[in-house]
């Protein structure tokens, strides 16, 4: 996550960097979603969302304002370090030369002459390409001070934390939910079990879930160890597996509401489901802190504000159905939707395709846990950075390791519930990652321009939400959103 500046790698086009935008926000949150929208009520649901969506495109425009904002300061340091090269060897030429006191007087002149943040003012419209990835990390080093950037890892940091906890669980639910169900359609998926109903013999579902867990921690936990970097191979079927279930997802509960044997019967509205269907809103739009390495291989950025708007749209679009053809067709919605599916016959009686689905999160999920994994124990080293030291091979290799995949198997062990470990993060961590931290980038970093290029100088990727009123809005959002959560959490637990 956190890191220097690379080169941008192999370039594509805007739309396949349009395709790659959209497979990295629909993730595991769409499985956690309809369970919230039956929860919150469909007309509450679809007015979030769509508020939701239009402000996480807000943001997203805010970081890519951010990334050209920071390319441009780059470039003007380098510009800055080869002008004072130019004068080095001036002035050493001007002692060799004949007149060397004329040569002198005539460097100091053009030096006081010139402005002490010097600009080449041709070629200004490229400065702001944005052809060098700058990491979020990197991004709040540059425009943050010391308290911004530390805030910043804490926020990244609680929010990898939740996200290997989501994946830690989802992991053994899924499992525990296939192996442990009534394959044999004789189960209805108004049935919900509980921890402490058998599983075999007398082993208990808990029990079967948390030897699952054991065997998820040992198989994967031992990655976070090592350097693990995602193949174009691996994406490419993780992708693949994960449309696929998705569209037969939604065929299957159209295709049942369409005979008129829907179950579900959602209501307009209910309040009390709101903070959680917020949180897993969220979580389901997150982006921002993968857009460096998302946008900066995209060939030609000059429409990259409206092409980000249709991906929103689409992504709009598609967790409306998803999660509207799962209230309509479902009484009784799990915490994973895809496992409503694996012992109802009602919907489909394929064998086949029933396993696919339940277990396809174990194949996606499973993929993606070790490089969050390494991504979190990287940011933790970059919080305790030693400047100009290694840390003890003990510490490196060993303690920032545990300390990264301790705490998420933890809480796996104590809860399976998905619904509230997305809403959580969504909610908490979430907020700051997608509302606050673009909001404060987009900030300071016009003043940066400003102060480095003059006001009269316009970035070309600034986002079309330029005035400071819509920056006050996102963090005003994030901080209502935060007492709301909050207030509600406390509320619930004292009526508990």
Request: charged share 15%.
């Amino acid at each position: 996550m956190p890191g220097g500046i690379t080169e941008a790698g192999e370039l594509y086009s805007p739309y396949v960097g349009l395709v790659y935008m959209f497979n990295l926000i629909v993730g595991t949150g769409a499985l956690t979603m309809p369970q919230a929208f039956a929860a919150a009520g469909w007309a509450v649901s679809l007015a979030l969302i769509i508020l939701l969506a239009f402000l996480s495109y807000m943001t997203t425009t805010f970081v890519i304002e951010a990334m050209a904002a920071a390319n441009a300061h780059l470039c003007w340091k380098r510009r800055e370090r080869q002008r004072i090269v130019e004068d080095s060897d001036d002035s050493s030429e001007a002692y060799d030369d004949d007149n060397n006191e004329v040569a002198i007087r005539d460097g100091h002149e053009r030096s006081e002459t010139r402005p002490i943040l010097s600009v080449q003012r041709t070629g200004m419209h490229d400065t702001f390409d944005i052809v060098q990835r700058v990491e979020m990390g990197q991004m709040a080093s540059m425009f943050f001070n010391k308290v911004g950037v530390n805030m910043f890892y804490i926020c990244i940091i609680i929010y990898l934390y939740g996200d290997l906890a989501i994946y830690a669980a989802a992991v053994p639910y899924s499992l525990t939910e296939v192996v442990c169900g009534n394959q044999s359609c004789s189960a209805k998926s108004k049935i919900k079990h509980n921890d402490t109903d058998p599983c075999w013999g007398s082993v208990r579902r808990i029990d079967a879930y948390r030897i699952f867990l054991t065997a998820f921690s040992l198989l994967l936990g031992p990655f976070t160890f090592f350097n693990v970097q995602k193949t174009k191979y691996l994406q490419i079927v993780t992708s693949l597996m994960r449309w696929i279930a998705f569209i037969i997802m939604i065929i299957l509960a159209l295709i049942r509401i369409g005979r008129d044997r829907g179950e579900g019967h959602p209501p307009i509205a209910n309040l009390s489901g709101i903070p959680n269907l917020f949180g897993v809103c969220v979580y389901s739009f997150m982006c921002q802190h993968s857009l460096p390495s998302l946008v900066t291989p995209i060939n030609k950025k000059k429409h990259i504000n409206k092409l980000v708007l249709v991906d929103y749209v689409l992504i709009l679009g598609f967790y409306s159905l998803l999660s509207f053809t799962a209230i309509f067709c479902f009484s009784n919605l799990k915490d994973m939707y895809t496992l409503n599916f694996t012992s109802n016959c009602d919907v489909i009686d394929v064998p086949f395709i029933r396993y696919f689905l339940g277990l396809f999160p174990v194949f996606t999920i499973s993929t993606n846990f070790p490089i969050i994994a390494v991504t979190l124990r990287n940011n933790w080293k970059t919080v305790f950075h030693r400047d100009g030291g290694m840390y003890p091979w003990v510490i490196d290799r060993i303690i920032f390791p545990l300390i990264t995949i301790i705490p998420p198997i933890v809480v796996a062990y104590c809860t399976h519930d998905l619904e509230t470990l997305v809403g959580v993060t969504g909610a908490y961590a979430g907020t700051g990652i997608q509302y606050i931290i673009p909001a404060c980038l987009a900030y300071f970093s016009r003043r940066d321009i400003g102060f480095v290029f003059g006001n009269d100088v316009q970035n070309k990727h600034r986002s079309p939400f330029k005035h400071t009123f819509w920056i006050i809005f996102v963090l005003a959002w994030s901080l209502s959103c935060f007492m709301f959560v909050t207030t509600n959490i406390v509320l619930t637990e004292t009526v508990h």
